[in-house]
């Protein structure tokens, strides 16, 4: 079976872990410094926080930016569930604005629409979904003239760019995951990027149990802290990273040229904008048939996601805000296929063959 996702670890990375193990420091430490400012140069950012999770760094985000109970918040019908979760940790009221069936992003239009309907609301994540950057210069337009705070949610995006300009420098946070099927991992892990000082620092005492010298604590915080561990393994996939995002193009421009079989609706890319192809993501209408066929094949595959979040049951309990007409019908038919670096040619070739034989 051809793996959908594979974590690309070299001796590198065992060499540095091995560091700080030798070192007696595994928790917070000089590695994390030192990987939030070489990620920090890496993303054209002026603050650079690391997490725990993607996850808690999202959670993180929205504290930071003061986001209350009841207060509503903006955000994608189609995504990880974790996306929207972080609305619901704190006690925010999640509002679906719907997506772009081009691209799955959230649809500047549809963000224009559902503002007319909660002029009130406070916040927006916006999810660069697959890999490929939400049209950020429409949506900051929007966000900025309705005064709405922005989260990036680049948990699928690093080195994503728009005209060069890097996911996650758009808004007032861009958030990372570091999850081993990324295009980068350290195991578990998040990042926090922003340009805004008092931001960066809102979010350092959250992360750290709200502390502000030591054993002294302001408000309510968590430990979301990253490990010097982990911060040694993001410090060698970093490296790595543009690398592994090369192979990841070359393989999805090979599919886009060669998979000309019309059963499928490949991904879209247009000029200026960068697809890091953290899923090359077809769209099928039978997508039952085509997920047998795959098993037959050998041939690994996924479903993000098989259903809108707001129709997950946890989403069922209270009333649903917003829109998400596109995200149920995207959610019947979208199926991925491998890209990861780790692809062989031989392996590509195959899949590129057997999905032109696919009737
Ligand atoms: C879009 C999106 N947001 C958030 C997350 C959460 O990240 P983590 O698993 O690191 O908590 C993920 C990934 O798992 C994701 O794909």
């Not at 504290?63 to 509503?72: A, F, T, V």
């Not at 999850?179 to 926090?192: A, D, F, I, R, V």
Request: proline share 4%; glycine share 8%.
């Amino acid at each position: 079976m051809i793996a959908l996702a594979k974590p690309m670890l070299g001796i590198e990375e065992k060499i540095l872990v091995n560091e700080v193990l030798s070192s007696g420091k595994l928790a917070q430490g000089e590695y994390v410094e030192r990987f939030e400012r070489d990620f920090a140069v890496f993303q054209g950012s002026k603050h650079c926080v690391a997490t725990s999770s993607g996850t808690s760094a999202l959670h993180a985000a929205l504290l930071s930016l003061g986001i209350k109970p009841g207060d509503k918040v903006i955000t994608t019908p189609f995504s990880f569930i974790a996306t929207a979760n972080a609305i619901l940790y704190v006690q925010a009221v999640p509002v679906f604005c719907d997506i772009d069936l081009q691209d799955y992003n959230i649809s500047p239009q549809e963000l224009l629409d559902t503002i007319k309907k909660h002029p009130d609301a406070k916040a927006i994540i916006i999810v660069h979904l697959y890999g490929y950057p939400a049209h950020m210069a429409e949506l900051m337009v929007i966000a900025d003239k309705y005064n709405l705070a922005v989260i990036e949610d680049c948990a699928q995006a690093h080195g994503a760019s728009i005209n060069g300009k890097k996911v996650g420098t758009f808004g007032h946070f861009g958030v990372f995951s570091f999850y081993p099927t990324k295009n980068m991992t350290c195991g578990e892990g998040g990042m926090l990027a922003t340009w805004d000082k008092e931001l960066a620092e809102r979010a350092r005492r959250l992360i750290n149990h709200g502390q502000t010298a030591k054993y002294q604590h302001d408000v309510l915080g968590y430990n979301y802290r990253m490990t010097n561990i982990h911060a040694a393994i993001g410090i060698e996939q970093l490296h790595k990273l543009t690398g592994f995002n090369e192979r990841r193009k070359t393989i999805a421009a090979r599919y886009s040229r060669e998979i000309t079989n019309p059963a499928f609706i490949k991904p879209v890319c247009l000029p200026g904008f960068e697809h890091v192809y953290h899923q090359y993501t077809l769209w099928v209408n039978n997508r039952n048939s085509f997920i047998e066929f795959l098993e037959t094949q050998g041939i690994g595959y996924g479903i993000h996601y098989p259903a809108a979040i707001p129709d997950q049951p946890l989403y069922q309990q209270g009333e649903i805000l917003g829109f998400f007409t596109n995200a149920r019908v995207a959610a019947e038919r979208v199926v991925s296929i491998p890209v990861h670096p780790g692809l062989t040619e031989q392996e590509v070739d195959y899949i590129v063959s057997s999905l032109q034989k696919y009737a």
